[in-house]
């Protein structure tokens, strides 16, 4: 074989994420409230982009040079990389016949004008008036607060001004490395009442506080899970060997058969090892709703929040005044790369607008059994299903439900939760919503008497009597997800509950 150069043609196919695709992507992903920060920069950059105000204050698009409408036949997709444009549309879902219609923006006000939903969400007064959010906003307390409130509850006030120091101590993960003797030698108390109301505010929410040591720590949640037998504490006692992964000696120490202790360590990987990080100090931020969903006959009205979007013009004449002043061709060169990504924008917020719309429709029409009757009828949903109804990729599906917020006359919610894993019915039917599951759990555990609360073992034969098919570790995991406690914890707390107006009216 001869050694030489020589020439060769070969033909491939990439994918090129130009500049203009990647934010195009990045836009499908933001909220409302981040689109309107990104249009405020992009207004500070661009002299040839204006927002529109309302109805009455906007310019005739025939004046500013508005960019034209494109025909809605042009694909809509941004998998086709978001190039097409079109007129304002707000989709309506007939369920009766499964047909998708559009309305014109004239005659439901389109999707940058007032909504003319009286009550969406819990709003009320004039039309187009949403609720406050910011009413909603509070600061989240942090984990000494959280301690503190509890341990008033609980202790006298000599005891309160030990819980006091002691908490003070806690680090911000939940553990206590301080000394007891130099508290006690502070506060001139025993020794031992300073470790009886250490022992008290180890007992408080969240299980596992003030715990001085990995070991501690585990241990105290396990006694608040009623899971703290002879067994579990011989592998809480031994967590190295745990760490080694020597589950021979563990067996034998512990006294018990690969099952139980398959079952033992999962119980114990369920435990926060760091209590109190769930506590912080931020601000909880306000949400507002992306999408308005209205009950109208035969079906619901999906529509985007325009309140939140406000809606951009290009001004060709002033592109064409700063044209004719334009000597050099750099200047020149800057106008158009100016009325480029102006006209790029706007095609691609209208398409932006238009996917979102296009999602949520097809969320409201598989979880129509939700805005009707409420969370026992969500449907287990995946992104696949939603994107092969609707003929776009799953994740441009993803990249729309993420940080998007749904208002209904049910309230407010992520587009997220519409999208959940489903349980065998017991009955061997159709599967039903984990988010159905634990509205049932949740019902289950609200209406049980104080002298008669439900382990998680009876809560399992209950649901399975509703034709649920469920493990007792899932009802756990539900549960703790929702932030329930476990059968001791709410029956402390009820009996703490019925304590206080017997305080209260004189009782004792």
Known sequence: MALGPRLDLRQSQSLVMTPQLQQAIRLLALSNLEIESFIAEELEKNPLLESAGGDDDRTDPADTGEAPAVDRDEPETVDELLASGGGEAALDIDLDNE????DSASDRGGLDGGLGLEGIGGGSGEAGEGPDFDSFASEAPSLHEHLLAQAGERLSAGDLLIAQAIIEQIEETGYFFASLLDIAHRLGAPLGDVERVLAVVQALDPPGVAARSLSECLALQARDADRYDPAMARLIDNLDYLAK??????????????????????????????????????????VVPDVFVARRAGGWAVELNGATLPRLLVNR???????????????????????????WLTKALDQRA?????????????????????????????????????????????????????????????????????????DGGDAVSAEAVKSQLKALITAERADAILSDDQLVDLLRAKGFDI???????????????????????KALGAERPREASGWR
């Open 354 to 426: 238009r996917t979102i719309v296009k999602v949520s429709s097809e969320i409201v029409k598989q979880q129509d059994g939700f805005f009707r009757n409420g969370v026992s009828h969500l449907r287990p949903l995946t992104l696949k299903t939603v994107a092969e109804a609707i003929g776009m990729h799953e994740s441009t599906v993803s990249r729309v439900t993420s940080n998007k917020y749904l208002s209904c006359d049910r309230g407010l919610f992520e587009l997220k939760y519409f999208f959940t894993s489903g349980i065998q019915s017991a």
């Open 317 to 343: 004449s002033y592109y064409v005044e700063l044209s004719g002043e334009a000597q050099d061709r750099q200047s020149k060169a800057w106008l158009s790369e100016c009325l480029a990504s102006a006209n």
């Open 471 to 493: 493990a007792r570790r899932t009802v756990a995991k539900y549960r703790e997800a929702m932030g329930i406690g476990s059968s001791v914890q709410r029956r402390r707390q």
């Open 99 to 102: 047909n998708l219609h559009q």
């Open 245 to 286: 992964g020597n589950l021979a000696a563990l067996r034998r120490i512990c006294g018990v058969d690969d099952e139980d202790l398959a079952d033992m360590i999962r119980e114990l990987r369920a435990y926060d090892p760091k209590p109190g990080c769930r506590f912080g100090h931020d601000r909880v931020d306000a």
